[in-house]
């Protein structure tokens, strides 16, 4: 297996090969950059687009290597990606109405869920929310750790992957999480975990130990033959220690003597891999190259077969699909009040601003100044707070949505349109409080139609901002990039720099610029058949009508139409591109 980076290839796992049968509990242990964590990948599924790997991996026989397994197995994953403002009990029913099988009634799946929150010691903690760090107080790190594995538990998967389960906790969580673990290993699940350096008592919990230097195997059988093994090389675990940290630091390349460690090492994995080629002829040694494989008899196995595989792909049908993820989608924003009421405590702090900035002024010279302003003011907080609003939250939900669809729970396009639709309301909500109080205070003209037309010129500037804001999340999720990212856009806004002054090279900019054709519209809209302007005597080149007034500004009154049909396209645009780029990256991650 080699890696990929910049133009150069690393092996990263040579001639790695183990069987792991059912109802066994298997460490996958090394020191850092031993492969470890690569290898666990490879054998979940769950490998990089980078590395290029070559092999076996055989399910009861069945060559399944190049083929996706679905929810035939559970994958718990290092880092604790939740929801954190759902409870518990809301988490796990999310992920058993999507993980299990359509044909079980909602009984079943409720049964399920509060089984599985029984086995996994989660009753107390059922109500609890799971919390956001820094925002909202939830469970401990262990409960985190049994409620990742309990979301995959759900499905009895035959095969359990888990990547560093004990990580952040201390030696007494540790150990609960992987006495969890060893129960379900008891009743018929094959579970292969990464750990890195276990307490002596978590150590003893293991069935069977595999153990990895620098990509290659030093040691594959029970947990108690590894002492008789690394002693034939004079490496005698001493007594009182635990076996775990000899095992890793036996086997670790020792800063300032490289040499002699590589040389140890290589002597280790030579002298495996001849007991390895000596035992092939025995029933001990089933599969060659990185393999993993169940007992005919295990009760789940009936599921690994080719049909059984290929139809492992969405559990639950759309419409179930599309019912729980915004059901997620929505509950996440009505508990994150915080949020809510910041955005709209900005959103009313501005209006003020504006209103007051620009308050009532009679029908002169000046108001036609006023009034331009205070538009230009109206179409960058609507964008802007649109844009800022969906960098800090979506970006954050991708890493959670790629786990989702990697586990088969739900669609891409399901995924991303949710948002949009969650996200609605809130552009509702800001377009009537913003629009209102600042149309009233700014004084803008009083027809009833003209203030409706402003509205919905508002919501559509709204969500053309945060269709943008879909985009450039997806391109690059960097909280960095927002605030920057619409700054041409807003320069060639028609504000700074007028339609007929822009440069043909930057015309490009102008056409794309959702903030020119909102102004744009906004204008016509408040100068079409307006009052006549008042003109004094010292006022020169008086603009006396509206008409006058938006021709001044390189607009024209017949360009409504265009301006409104110009931002839905870029709205649907920016919505469509946004969707095919996260589709490729999906893509990409699942190659």
């Known amino acids: 297996m080699r890696g990929v980076k910049q133009g150069q290839e690393k092996h990263v796992l040579r001639n790695v090969s183990g069987m792991a049968e059912p109802g066994q509990l298997i460490a996958l242990m090394g020191a850092s950059g031993s492969g470890k964590t690569t290898l666990l990948n490879v054998l979940a599924r769950h490998s990089s687009s980078s590395l290029r790997t070559s092999g076996s991996l055989l399910l009861n026989g069945l060559e399944v ?3 996706s397994l679905g ?3 559970g994958y718990v994953q290092q880092e604790d990606l939740f929801v954190g403002t759902l409870t518990v009990h809301e988490h796990l029913r999310f992920q058993a109405s999507l993980r299990m099988r359509s044909d079980y009634s909602r009984e079943d799946t409720a049964a399920r869920v509060n089984q599985v929150m029984s086995t996994m010691g989660l009753n107390k903690s059922k109500d609890t929310k799971i919390g956001i760090p820094g925002k909202i107080k939830g469970i401990s790190g262990g409960e985190k750790k049994r409620l990742a594995v309990a979301s995959e538990v759900l499905t009895n998967p035959s095969i359990l992957f888990a990547d560093e389960p ?3 906790l201390d030696s007494f969580m540790a150990e609960s999480v992987v006495h969890v673990l060893q129960k379900m290993a008891a009743s018929g699940c094959t579970i292969i975990c990464t750990i890195h350096q276990p307490s002596s008592e978590v150590f003893a919990l293991f069935d069977r130990l595999i153990l990895l230097a620098e ?8 947990s108690v033959g590894a002492k008789e093994h690394f002693g034939r090389f004079g490496l005698a675990c001493p007594q009182d220690y635990n076996p775990a940290d000899f095992y890793i630091h036996t086997l670790a390349i020792v800063p300032g003597d490289e040499i002699e460690s590589r040389n140890r090492i290589k ?19 089933a599969i060659k190259d990185a393999d993993c494989t169940g007992n005919t008899e295990n009760a789940f196995t009936t599921k690994f077969s080719k049909s059984a595989l290929r139809s492992q792909w969405y559990k639950a049908p759309i419409v179930l699909q599309i019912q729980w993820v915004l059901w997620r989608s929505l509950l996440s924003v009505i508990r994150d009040l915080a949020f809510v009421k910041v955005k709209l405590g900005q959103v009313l702090i501005v209006t003020l601003l504006v209103g007051l900035l620009y308050f ?50 739900y669609r891409t396009t ?30 803008l003209n009083n027809s009833s139609d003209k203030l409706f037309s402003f509205a919905g010129l508002c919501l559509l500037i709204a969500l053309t901002g945060s269709s943008f804001g879909y985009l450039i999340s997806v391109l690059s999720p960097s909280p960095l990039v927002g605030p920057t990212s619409y700054l041409p856009f807003l320069i060639f806004g028609g504000f700074f720099i007028r339609r007929g002054a822009v440069p043909v090279f930057f015309q490009w900019i102008q056409v794309t610029s959702w903030f020119f054709y909102g102004y744009e519209a906004l204008m016509i809209n408040e100068w079409t058949d307006s009052p006549l302007l008042t003109c004094k005597a010292e006022d020169v080149g008086c603009l006396k009508n509206g008409s006058i007034v938006l021709t001044s500004f390189d607009l024209h009154e ?6 409104i049909i110009c931002l839905f396209s870029l709205l649907l645009v920016f919505y469509l591109a946004g969707l095919l780029i996260l589709l490729l990256r999906v893509h990409r991650a699942e190659k």
């Open 414 to 443: 399901i995924f991303y349109l949710s948002k949009a639709l969650v996200d609605l309301p809130f552009a509702v909500v800001q377009v009537i409080m913003f629009g209102t109080i600042a149309y009233l205070m700014i004084g």
């Open 166 to 168: 004990t990580s952040g």
């Open 558 to 563: 017949d360009n409504m139409h265009r301006a």
């Open 71 to 73: 929810g035939l197995v």
């Open 360 to 409: 009532q002024t009679d029908y002169d010279q000046k108001r036609m100044h006023k009034i331009s302003c205070a538009l230009w003011f109206v179409v960058m907080q609507l964008s802007m707070s649109s844009v800022t609003a969906v960098f800090q939250s979506f970006p954050l939900e991708v890493p959670l949505f790629l786990r989702d669809h990697k586990a088969r729970l």
């Open 215 to 222: 990509g290659r195997v030093a040691y594959c059988g029970s």
């Open 65 to 67: 290597f190049r083929m």
């Open 267 to 285: 002597e280790i994995t030579d002298a495996f891999e001849q007991i390895e080629r000596d035992a092939a002829s025995t029933e001990d040694i």
